[in-house]
């Protein structure tokens, strides 16, 4: 009897837990009370556009299943980048993301916009990569255009193994920049990078980089968030973000 019993506890608590998980593109009791809000409805691009404009692209981007899906050139991609509407300067942002095999893609912050690039924009990148099968992996320098690395700047912490999953699993990877310019890469619960941005050493790792001939660059004072189309298929979701003050 009590081993009965003790399954059925058993049992109560696994269906307990399961209804209290989070549905996709919702935000739970505590994320409401932190302060997060949703970037991604589930349901359509409210709140995203297309580079200087107000409005999403025509193609190229989905909506399905709950699921923002980027399209492969093959099949309608390379319309450009998606951006929100909305510009940050301090935040927290959580976004779950889904690699095809070959894929590149990446999200970028503290973005800028310039009339001439009419389908993208410039910023500090948290790189999205199958470094196993993508070019990329092998350029840049020690590693840092592989996945979760500061792109070709800072190279993402490897040692953690848990911190990678394989191409068509879900991964959950979070920015965080704090008010004193404290930034950090998590994926998968690990922490793979960490920088000050706009000390010393980040302004010597952004003249050895490719993008050592953009003023400023990565230090604007606020900016959209951007979903890079680079013509690879790629799913995001749960994407969220709470501003730190």
């Known amino acids: 009897m009590k081993k009965i019993s003790l399954l059925l506890t058993l049992s109560f608590v696994t269906v307990f837990a399961f209804a209290q998980k989070t549905a996709d593109n919702t935000l739970s009791q505590k994320e409401k009370a932190q302060g997060f809000s949703l970037l991604f409805n589930g349901k359509d691009l409210n709140g995203w556009r297309s580079a200087l404009k107000q409005t999403p692209p025509e193609k190229g981007w989905e909506v399905v299943d709950g699921q923002l899906h980027v399209l492969d050139s093959a099949h309608g991609g390379k319309s450009g980048d998606l951006f929100t509407v909305k510009q940050f300067k301090s935040f927290e942002l959580v976004f779950d993301f889904k690699l095809t095999e070959g894929a590149n893609s990446g999200v970028k912050y503290f973005v800028t916009e310039s009339p001439g690039a009419t389908r993208s924009g410039v910023g500090l990148e948290f790189q999205l990569l199958d470094d ?74 952004v003249a050895h980089s490719k993008f050592a001939k953009i003023p400023n660059y990565g230090m604007g004072e606020q900016g959209p968030f951007l979903l890079q189309d680079h013509g690879n298929s790629v799913f995001f979701k749960n994407i969220k973000v709470r501003e730190l003050k």
């Open 132 to 205: 196993d099968r993508h070019a990329d992996a092998k350029m840049g320098t020690e590693g840092n255009r592989t996945l979760g690395s500061l792109y070709d700047l800072i190279p993402s912490d490897k040692r953690e193994s848990k911190s990678r999953k394989n191409i068509g699993e879900w991964n959950t990877a979070k920015i965080v920049v704090t008010p004193q310019n404290l930034v950090q890469h998590w994926l998968n619960g690990y922490k793979v990078v960490e920088y000050e941005r706009g000390a010393g050493i980040f302004k010597v790792l």
